[in-house]
Structures are given as structure tokens and as C-alpha cells.
């Protein structure tokens, strides 16, 4: 490290000065500097070309897990998940997150009918039966679930029921279960 310092940072200072205050051998700066580049710094080099190489070919989305199950599993590139890490890291090569997306719950921006809002948020009932509220839901697993509540004086629920019914069997339809419950 002392002695690439030197080397990048020898055409704004003299060497002499820079080993002096760094406490390296002159000699010993110059022996680094004509020396070949290692094995595994060649073999870092390569490695890197091969990173580059499927971060853009992932349009620079993979991160360093993405990257070394590519290298090891689609090109056969034996190398450890760290080393891979680490040169990424060294060369700043990052990937690219996702935009989140932004969760739409309301689209006011359509021409549809409206249903009129005939409750207008007055829960409270003068007698049993006089409002209704219902909500559907599809799970993943293909199960409609629809809870119907009526709701009493005071906004408190009376009675829930909840209604499930699988579709597609191998056997025919599967029966309509339903519990009540309160």
C-alpha cells in the first residue's frame, strides 16, 4: 500500500522525501515497481473482466450473490462468494434495486359508475337488519372468502359469517364450508 502511495503520487512529490516519511527503502519502491504483478493479482484481474461481464449482462442489477451463482453455475468459474464481494466492492460495482412499487388501492381517474355512498359512515342501526357490510377477498390458494357482518346500534358487530368455497378439485367441486361465528 506504502509503496503504490509513492507510485501515485511521484509526479507531485520526489521519491526520496515520500519513502523517507513513509519509512520504506527507496530501493525497495523501485523493486516493487519493476516487479510483475503477482499470480493471484492476475487471476483478480481476470476474475474482475468475468464480473463486469454479467453485471452488465444483467443490466447492472446483479449483486454479488447473483454474480458468483452466475460464475460458478453458468460458466463454471470456480471462486468464493467473499472474493467476489470483495472485488465488487473494491471497484464499486453495486446493483441496481428495483424501484419499489407504489401500491394503488383507489383509481379516482375513470369514467366508470359510482356506487352512491348510502351509508356515508353512519354505523349506528336503528334495528337489526337495517345495514350490511361485505368485503371479498381470493387468497392464493383459490379460496373465496367473503365476510358478511350486520351491524347493531352502537356500530358493534352482531353476527359474522364467513363463507369459503374452494374451486378446481380433481374430484369435482369441494363443498361450500361455512362457520358461523358470535
Not at 12 to 35: D, H, I, N
Not at 146 to 155: A, D, V
Request: charged letters at 25%.
Amino acid at each position: 500500500m506504502k509503496y503504490q502511495f509513492v507510485a501515485d503520487h511521484s509526479h507531485e512529490f520526489p521519491v526520496t522525501l515520500m519513502c523517507r516519511v513513509l519509512a520504506v527503502s527507496r530501493s525497495g519502491y523501485y523493486a516493487w515497481r519493476g516487479r510483475p504483478q503477482s499470480q493471484r493479482a492476475q487471476d483478480n484481474l481476470e476474475l474482475l473482466d468475468r464480473i463486469k461481464e454479467v453485471h452488465a449482462a444483467s443490466r447492472e442489477t446483479y449483486g454479488s450473490p447473483r454474480v458468483h451463482a452466475e460464475l460458478v453455475q453458468g460458466q463454471g468459474i470456480q471462486c468464493n462468494k467473499k472474493r467476489v464481494e470483495r472485488l465488487m466492492r473494491i471497484h464499486d460495482i453495486r446493483g441496481r434495486s428495483r424501484r419499489r412499487r407504489r401500491v394503488k388501492t383507489t383509481d379516482s381517474n375513470h369514467n366508470l359508475p359510482v356506487a352512491p355512498n348510502l351509508l356515508d359512515r353512519q354505523f349506528e342501526a336503528d334495528a337489526p337488519n337495517r345495514k350490511w357490510v361485505a368485503d371479498t377477498l381470493v387468497p392464493a390458494l383459490q379460496v373465496q372468502v367473503s365476510p358478511t357482518c350486520q351491524l347493531l346500534r352502537g356500530g358493534s358487530i352482531w353476527r359474522s359469517c364467513w363463507t369459503c368455497s374452494r374451486v378446481g378439485s380433481s374430484a369435482g367441486r369441494w363443498p361450500t364450508l361455512c362457520v358461523r361465528c358470535w
